[in-house]
């Protein structure tokens, strides 16, 4: 079975033709879906999708690097008590169908276009990772630009830390990661399209991580993912 941990199925984009999509999907393998909340209003959207496709789509709450402003603070306090209703909902036995939060996500840093609210970024990371830690649901990580920044903060969590998805894309890669830890349940997925880049990174880079799986994945509704175990093995799938 196919996992996508990572699809936007809850924008205006799919709004006249999601069933099809998620049937498509589905004749394709996907077994699973996980969508990913990007800022408060998509909380939303996000659990409204799941809740139309229980059985295939699955949330993940978190603050997008990309969507961090001035009220941060307010936004993250709001998501916090939402996660910790459904988590409460699900140790009770009654959370309802949809509402089965898998992840926090989509968190992470985001400085290719801007760094006008790195600081508040880096809080806003942060507080993830310590979210991740206290309800032990995994990371799913958006990183651009940003790698170094990313594992300075996550070095001091790194025995507490679950799971952790990491997207990362390679065209914004200036400098090597210097990671002086190591990750035991780390999934890299690298944006990028040509397979070369992604070779002298694997070779280059991944050495000083304990990886688990590596994909190559350019965003939906169209992905070509490469598995990375040994030899590259292409698999070609469409949600569209």
Not at 105 to 134: M, N
Not at 189 to 194: H, K, P, S
Request: aromatic residues 10%; glycine residues 4%; charged residues 25%.
């Amino acid at each position: 079975m196919i996992i996508d941990t990572h699809a936007h199925l809850d924008v205006e984009d799919f709004a006249d033709d999601l069933s099809d999509v998620i049937s498509r999907a589905r004749s394709a393998g996907v077994g699973k879906i996980f969508l990913p909340a990007i800022d408060l209003k998509s909380v939303d959207t996000v659990l409204a999708v799941c809740r139309q496709y229980p059985d295939t789509c699955y949330p993940m709450i978190g603050l997008q690097p990309e969507e961090v402003r001035e009220d941060w603070r307010e936004v993250l306090d709001a998501m916090y008590e939402k996660i910790k209703y459904l988590l409460r909902q699900k140790a009770e036995g009654i959370v309802k169908p949809g509402e089965n939060i898998v992840a926090i996500g989509e968190v992470g840093l985001d400085f290719y276009w801007t760094r006008e609210y790195e600081k508040e970024q880096l809080a806003v990371f942060e507080e993830a990772v310590k979210w991740s830690i206290e309800t032990r649901l995994p990371l799913m990580i958006h990183c651009r630009k940003a790698q170094n920044e990313m594992l300075h903060i996550m070095r001091p969590y790194e025995k507490e830390l679950p799971q952790v998805v990491c997207f990362i894309a390679l065209r914004a890669i200036k400098r090597k990661p210097k990671p002086s830890f190591v990750l035991t349940d780390l999934y890299l997925a690298l944006v990028e399209y040509q397979l070369s880049r992604v070779v002298i990174y694997v070779r280059t880079c991944l050495p000083q991580f304990h990886s688990i799986a590596l994909f190559l994945k350019p965003i939906v509704p169209t992905w070509l993912p490469f598995l990375i175990v040994g030899n590259v093995t292409r698999v070609r799938s469409s949600l569209r």
